[in-house]
């Protein structure tokens, strides 16, 4: 990333604009309602973007799939469950759901 990051660099200057420009690749994870969102920020050029998320995509997807990983990393997609408890109406006690 050394090279595009300071062609990149210099662009932000010669437009007076005063953006740090990270020169490492930087992982962000979220939570979302049902997941956890992992955001990888690298610079690329233009052109070759879809190829390196795509190869990114599947280093990680190896990654997690590796067996040293197996009781360390639990995936929970595809999983449904559903859990009705003996008092799952209000106000009824379990006798009279019977």
Same mark, same amino acid.
């Given at each position: 990333m050394v090279e595009p990051i300071e062609h990149? #660099?210099? !662009? !932000?200057? =010669? &437009?007076h604009l005063a953006f740090d420009v990270e020169e490492l690749p930087k992982v962000?994870? /979220? #939570? $979302?309602? $049902?997941?956890? @969102?992992c955001t990888l920020r690298y610079l690329v050029p233009v052109r070759q973007r879809r190829r390196w998320a795509s190869e990114m @995509? !599947? &280093? @990680? /997807? =190896?990654e997690l799939a590796d067996p040293a990983h197996a009781k360390r990393? *639990? /995936? $929970?997609?595809? =999983? #449904?469950? *559903? =859990?009705l408890l003996e008092d799952w109406r209000l106000g009824e006690s379990s006798e009279s759901t019977a």
């Open positions: 990149y #660099q210099d !662009l !932000l200057s =010669r &437009a962000f994870l /979220s #939570q $979302a309602d $049902a997941w956890t @969102v @995509v !599947l &280093a @990680v /997807s =190896r990393i *639990v /995936s $929970a997609y595809p =999983r #449904q469950e *559903v =859990r």
